[in-house]
């Protein structure tokens, strides 16, 4: 099955850059989905088919995807950003929604 | 919004039957799944319904146990679960799929609801 890996965990001063990388097999090649979750509350999609902002996501998230690696970046981190996030792509070959491992954002 | 329902507290082997209440007329113009997680654990994707009911799909550990459904004139969605074990233990939630009639299930789920507990015990 298809399997996708995150780092378990990323700390980041307030107002820095905050990366959170997903692997997986020729992950370029699949639209990612990403996703926010705070403690206690349901998850939010902030970046969807890799590199797409929904309506009311702040601009300050932005996604990339290469190769085997995509990319959830969160330029200028605020308090409000410390929560666990997901990625996620539809892996064909075993019709299945695929979620990555999860990070949790900690803001220092 | 969606707002689930019928999550307790079962013993292993029971079953218990799960509601997903939609608001909003474009029900069944949308796919659904159910995603649950588990204590100490991430996102785990279980189930997916097309917006017609015509295509299922399950991940493999609760294929033969686990049933998704839904009734258009109704606004609902359901997941029925039978012979549940200890590790059937999670929060419970509905998702609605971002794309009208969605030919395959590529697409992000863009509303979720707040989640209804299971506890298999």
């Known amino acids: 099955s298809y399997v996708l890996t995150q780092p378990p965990s990323v700390s980041v001063a307030p107002g820095t850059t905050a990366t959170i990388t997903c692997g997986g097999s020729?992950?370029?090649?699949?639209?990612v989905h990403w996703y926010q979750q705070r403690p206690g509350q349901a998850p939010v999609l902030v970046i969807n088919?890799?590199?797409e902002r929904p309506s009311g996501v702040p601009g300050r998230f932005s996604g990339s995807n290469s190769e085997n690696t995509a990319t959830l970046t969160i330029s200028g981190v605020e308090d409000v950003d410390e929560a666990d996030y997901y990625c996620?792509?539809?892996?064909?070959?075993?019709?299945?929604?695929?979620f990555g491992t999860g990070t949790k954002v900690t803001v220092l | 919004q969606l707002l689930e329902s019928g999550g307790g507290l079962v013993q292993p082997g029971g079953s218990l039957r799960l509601s997903c209440a939609v608001s909003?007329?474009?029900?069944?113009?949308?796919?659904m799944s159910w995603v649950r997680r588990a204590p100490g654990k991430g996102l785990e994707w279980i189930a997916y319904?097309?917006?017609?009911?015509?295509?299922?799909y399950y991940v493999d550990f609760v294929k033969g146990r686990f049933t998704i459904s839904r009734d258009n004139s109704k606004n609902t969605l359901s997941l029925q679960m039978d012979n549940l074990r200890a590790a059937d233990t999670a929060i419970y939630y509905c998702?609605?799929?971002?794309?009208?009639?969605?030919?395959?299930?590529?697409?992000?789920?863009?509303?979720w609801g707040q989640g209804t507990v299971v506890t298999v015990s």
């Open positions: 998702a609605k799929h971002s794309t009208a009639y969605a030919l395959t299930p590529l697409d992000p789920f863009d509303i």
């Open positions: 909003g007329s474009r029900f069944r113009d949308f796919a």
């Open positions: 020729d992950i370029g090649d699949k639209g």
């Open positions: 088919y890799s590199t």
């Open positions: 319904i097309n917006y017609s009911s015509r295509t299922l």
């Open positions: 996620q792509v539809w892996d064909r070959s075993s019709n299945h929604y695929v």
